[in-house]
């Protein structure tokens, strides 16, 4: 039997016969060091496990060839880090006198806890390939204990710690006060993930290998506020295309959440947090799990609530915004409110008064009363969450396992809007309270906020997402073949409260009677608590989603080369997805409530795929030449065929070279694409609109020009498109162990973007070098014809199909490029200090550009650092010291100045730098029934205000850039953690 060189134990065969299972108690008493290893081969992180503890660790060749180990990144005794390594490979450890000897799991083993380990090899994100990572690409890795000592409670806060990941998408702190077109679709308050900010829809968020379904209206985003971080074992982020290996979406890259499939035992954690008395949130969470001959099961709930985070609470949430930049935004609508004469002229209505005994001398005339719309309104929704994830395992024959994995999650909010009702109201000369300004006794009408009136316009609902999978599992050999299909679906109920009904309200405004009639006059609310009641609307929605998919997949050696094995996977999956809106309960037009019809939503999607990927490892193991101490090439391809728009072919190219210990130089190239979702493909009436228009035309002699508009969805869409390449290096100097440097230069050119100009409508023609790829100069009479016969045709100019010049083509579009590149860097470094072990590390993210154009002949504009868009510069960086019962780390988080365009004259954002702590303490031993762990955090420890922005997007405005900065402050939380 051949053993790994460098790992290798020299043992007897009588000497191993009398080894015993590595128990966690004894792995408990042994000292702990700092390890941060990659995902690399499991032969190559046990030798570099074997060096660092200076204990052998002996393993037969065959056992360890084409095995890949997880990235590792903590403090952890020899046991522990070897039962991580080897988690989920069906492999053990066993102690022999000062040694492990790592050999397979076996039914006949005398510790129950170690029998029934799944075998295969783990498959790492960016690759299809068990025991092989992804050649060219960087996988980073936020592991358990990262998540832990984050200080965070959910999977969203975890998520913006990653550098990579710009919070400008749909998000429970942006809503409609966001840039990103998407966000008006996040109906549920739900929170995303955005790669690059190429978008939600360009970063595929996967749920341990699998697309879970998605949230928002018509499927927009990956709704990561339904999985819980307590069931969570590491997040994997490849920030590089990876639609070869994943299909749609993975433009950006892929993110990969890993539950906690491998749990034994048991764990119970409680955790309370406050925004310094503002906000309040409770994390509640037990996790089971067994072992049994042949197989494992395990089961996490959580639950979660964080109370609202009211707008009064901090004074940037203003629509005032002289002191952050702006300007003055308050609107008229305040309460008490402003008459709007016969004539336009302005009249304030006085405060203390209620309305009943108002003269035309007691206003103010020429001016008006201002209103604030975050009065009474919240910057952050009430979140409630409960959640069960179960996963089980059972070896039916050997080397075949049936594998079983689901999730539960019903997550309920409540948030308090800024009004969406406001509207000047028409008072009749019927009302009694009814003032005429300037005697024409005419109606008039009057700007009033109704908030004090009705309570604050209000938004609950309930987001229930659950679905599994079901699959086989086989070794054939050293060939592995998974069979399996998976199930999700993810509905979203809303309810908008204290609404104004118009109908009702018209009616009580014209009512006669003193105690019956609306009162707009007054310092309110000055009606009949009754009528208000009446007048009270409310809208009801929904919508929901459901996908189900199919999976062949069987990977495995070739061919075996000097440098190892040719490894090939090759698989076929089918999809379908299905998105539905719901009728609506509409009362805010109408006497009584109507039911109006869902928005008819094309579909379903049915989705079939082919792929194969192979791995070459020309130098490696014990082949190599000078400068050539390894060598791996990688190729993938995947054709898919989409049911709506056609067909679909994606490679993928990756290199990684090691010239000698310590240094990889790696590289990819691939393309990538993005399907249009479910909104973009509409074709219903009530989506599109072709009307004749005149505009501002420089090139005219009349200065104008008569065209035809086309808006709504372009039928003929296609997917979005895109090439990227990485160039990256990776340092690892065996002199300096736990020093890793991992550098990574990335270029994605990013065409046929779905986009729409129809926004710009006055500057079509003003600017037609930008938008001439739209512009039809010599459209045909009977083209224009056919458009003014189209029953969606509107002609506000009563215009004759003969005096149209031009066919301006404003639908949502493949239309739009964006060209970016930047830099990614990963460093991190352990070393002995004072009895325990200390760890350092900076990761961030540097963009150098982001062009777009609106169209391929446009000029492009560089919007990097432009409030709406990715800062040029994040960094996380990260300091702390562990013993075996002490641990304190501090977390630094840096945001880069940018500018704000969004003003008359542009604002500069300043940089942003928080610190977060947490101070823990373990009582008892680690893997025992006197695991006790207490944890103090305090996340944004200086309690540093987001800088001032002025923030300002049509109706919604506020102090501070919520796209870039969460409105928490401060929250110190105390976690408690007992493993039994």
């Known amino acids: 039997m051949s053993i790994v060189p460098k790992v290798a134990l020299a043992l007897s065969i009588s000497v191993a016969g009398l080894s015993a299972p590595l128990a966690p108690a004894a792995a408990a008493q042994e000292q702990r060091q700092s390890y941060d290893l990659p995902a690399q081969p499991l032969a190559r992180s046990l030798r570099e496990v074997s060096m660092r503890s200076g204990r ?50 076996r039914s006949s083993d005398s510790d129950p806890g170690d029998q029934g380990a799944p ?14 990572g992804p050649v060219g690409s960087t996988v980073t890795v936020v592991d358990r204990q990262a998540i832990e000592r984050s200080g965070y409670a959910t999977t969203q806060d975890v998520a913006q710690t990653i550098p990579q990941n710009f919070g400008g998408s749909p998000n429970e702190g942006n809503g409609a006060g966001s840039f990103n077109s998407d966000s008006g679709f996040n109906t549920a308050a739900g929170s995303s993930i955005n790669l690059r900010g190429l978008g939600t829809g ?4 996967l749920l341990n290998g699998d697309r879970p379904p998605l949230g928002g209206f018509s499927g927009v985003f990956s709704d990561v506020s339904m999985i819980p971080a307590s069931a969570i074992e590491r997040i994997e982020i490849v920030a590089d295309g990876a639609s070869a290996i994943y299909g749609s979406d993975a433009v950006a890259g892929v993110v990969n959440i890993i539950p906690r499939l491998n749990f034994t035992g048991a764990e119970t954690k409680f955790r309370i947090g406050t925004a310094d008395g503002d906000s309040q949130d409770i994390v509640a969470s037990q996790l089971l799990g067994t072992r049994w001959s042949g197989g494992q099961a395990m089961i996490a709930y959580e639950y979660y609530h964080r109370t609202r985070l009211a707008a009064a609470d901090r ?7 002289r002191n952050y930049g702006g300007t003055d935004n308050r609107t008229r609508y305040a309460n008490p409110g402003t008459i709007i004469a016969a004539n336009g002229r302005t009249f304030a209505i006085p405060r203390g008064q209620d309305g009943r005994s108002l003269k035309p001398g007691d206003l103010v005339a020429g001016t008006f009363n201002l209103g604030n719309d975050w009065t009474d309104a919240d910057l952050l929704p009430d979140q409630r969450r409960h959640s069960v994830f179960a996963a089980a395992t059972q070896e039916l024959a050997p080397n075949v396992r049936l594998y079983a994995r689901g999730l539960y999650s019903s997550r309920s909010f409540t948030q308090r809007e800024r009004p969406i009702s406001n509207a000047a109201r028409t008072v009749p000369v019927t009302n009694p309270f009814y003032v005429d300004p300037i005697d024409t006794r005419q109606p008039v009408r009057v700007q009033y906020s109704f908030v004090r009136d009705l309570g604050p316009e209000t938004t609950s609902g309930r987001v229930e997402a659950y679905g599994g999978s079901l699959g086989l599992d086989a070794d054939l050999g050293r060939w592995n073949i998974d069979l399996h299909g998976t199930w999700g679906r993810q509905t979203e109920r809303t309810t908008i409260s204290n609404r104004v009904n118009t109908a009702r309200l018209n009616a009580a405004l014209a009512d006669t009677d003193p105690a019956t009639a609306y009162n707009l006059f007054g310092d309110g609310p000055s009606t009949n608590p009754a009528t208000i009641a009446k007048v009270r609307g409310s809208t009801r929605s929904g919508n929901s989603g459901t996908v189900w998919s199919a999976a062949l997949r069987a990977d495995g050696p070739l061919a075996t080369l000097p440098g190892g094995d040719i490894r090939l996977a090759v698989g076929g999956e089918y999809r379908e997805e299905r998105y539905n809106d719901s009728t609506t309960i509409s009362d805010v037009s109408t006497l009584t409530p109507v039911t109006l019809a869902p928005i008819a939503l094309p579909g379903p999607r049915r989705v079939r795929a082919l792929y194969g990927e192979v791995h070459v490892p020309v130098f490696g193991e014990d082949f190599t030449l000078p400068g050539f101490r390894r060598l791996d090439l990688s190729a993938a391809v995947r054709t898919e065929r989409y049911s709506d728009f056609g067909t679909t072919t994606n490679p993928k190219i990756g290199i990684a070279w090691g010239p000698f210990p310590g240094l990889t130089v790696r590289g990819a190239w691939g393309k990538s694409f993005r399907a249009p979702n479910f909104n973009n493909l509409r074709q219903d009436p009530a989506n599109s609109l072709f009307f004749a228009y005149t505009l501002p035309d420089p090139a005219s002699p009349t200065g104008q020009t008569n065209v035809l508009v086309l808006r709504g969805n372009e039928p003929d ?17 065996p002199s300096i162990p736990n020093l890793q440097l991992s550098l990574t230069y990335y270029n994605i050119h990013y065409r046929d973007r ?12 003003v600017n037609r070098a930008t938008y001439a790829g739209i512009i039809d100069a010599n459209p045909s009479l009977a083209t224009i014809q056919g458009y003014f016969a189209s029953p969606v045709f509107q002609n506000p100019f009563n215009l004759t199909p003969s005096q149209i010049s031009l066919l301006i083509d404003a639908r949502l579009q493949n239309l739009s490029t964006v060209k970016q590149s930047g830099l990614d860097l990963d460093l991190g470094y352990g070393f ?5 072990k200390a760890d350092v590390g900076l990761t961030g993210a540097y963009i150098f550009h982001i062009d777009q154009a ?19 510069l994040r960094l996380r960086g990260r300091a702390g010291w562990s013993d075996d019962r002490l641990s304190i780390f501090v977390f630094g988080n840096y945001l880069d100045g940018y500018t704000n365009l969004t003003n008359a004259t542009p604002q500069k954002v300043h940089s942003w730098t928080t610190f977060d702590l947490q101070i823990g303490y373990r009582f008892g031993k680690a893997g025992t029934d006197h695991d006790l762990n207490i944890a103090l955090s305090a996340t944004n420890l200086f309690d540093r205000d987001p800088p001032k922005a002025a923030y300002f997007l049509g109706p919604f405005s506020v102090g501070f850039d919520p796209d870039n900065a969460s409105p928490l402050g401060r929250v110190v939380s105390l976690t408690v953690t007992k493993k039994w």
């Open 754 to 765: 779905i986009a729409s100009p129809a926004a710009n409508l006055l500057n079509f023609l």
């Open 202 to 205: 360009s970063t595929l968020v």
């Open 56 to 105: 052998n660790i002996a393993a037969p060749a065959e056992l360890l060839r084409g095995r890949t180990a997880p990235a590792i990144r903590g403090d952890y005794t020899l046991g522990e880090v070897v039962e991580a390594l080897l988690a989920g490979s069906g492999l053990t450890a066993r102690r022999v006198g000062d040694g492990l000897l790592i050999e397979r799991v």
């Open 717 to 733: 869409l296609r997917p979005e498109r895109a090439t990227s390449w990485t160039l990256g290096a990776d340092v690892r100097p």
């Open 832 to 836: 002995d200090l004072l009895g325990g």
């Open 854 to 872: 609106l169209t391929a002949t446009a000029p492009s504009t560089d919007v990097v650092d432009r409030l709406g868009n990715p800062v040029d």
């Open 315 to 321: 004074a940037y949430a203003t629509d005032d915004l």
């Open 119 to 132: 075998s295969g090899e783990i498959v790492v994100t960016g690759t299809r390939i068990r025991g092989s």
